[in-house]
Nanobody, 126 residues
Framework: VQLQASGGGLVQAGGSLRLSCAAS????????MAWFRQVEGKEREFVAA????????FYADSVKGRFTISRDNAKSSVYLQMNSLKPEDTAVYYC????????????????????WGQGTQVTVSS
């Protein structure tokens, strides 16, 4: 199983970034997908999740209205469009996959996720 995240970088506050995550080694279209983020020394926190079909999305309150999660099952990929970025969005962003839980359950704990990618750094300067 591989989840390869990309698209991170350095951006000024108010700017945008689009993260991508390419999946392989499992039946992508049968798994819900999520993005989490982590700042060194802090717990990993939920950002956004999308159902296996793409019909449902769930967002953390801190990113609602600014971030959009989407997926392309034909390309086995999930994306996170991040707009109006703030310095507090600075973190390592991880994509993850889960085949058993609802996206609401995924939002409550990273421990339920089945697979994890390696992370991509997002730094927002003020």
């Amino acid at each position: 199983v591989q989840l390869q995240a990309s698209g991170g970088g350095l951006v000024q506050a108010g700017g945008s970034l689009r993260l991508s995550c390419a999946a392989s080694g499992f039946m992508f279209s049968e798994f819900a997908m999520a993005w989490f983020r982590q700042v060194e020394g802090k717990e990993r926190e939920f950002v956004a999740a999308i159902s296996w079909s793409g019909s449902s999305q769930f967002y953390a309150d801190s990113v609602k209205g600014r971030f959009t999660i989407s997926r392309d099952n034909a390309k086995s990929s999930v994306y996170l469009q991040m707009n109006s970025l703030k310095p507090e969005d600075t973190a390592v962003y991880y994509c993850s996959a889960d085949g058993d839980n609802t996206i609401a359950t995924m939002s409550r704990s990273p421990r339920v996720m089945d697979y994890w990618g390696q992370g991509t750094q997002v730094t927002v300067s003020s």
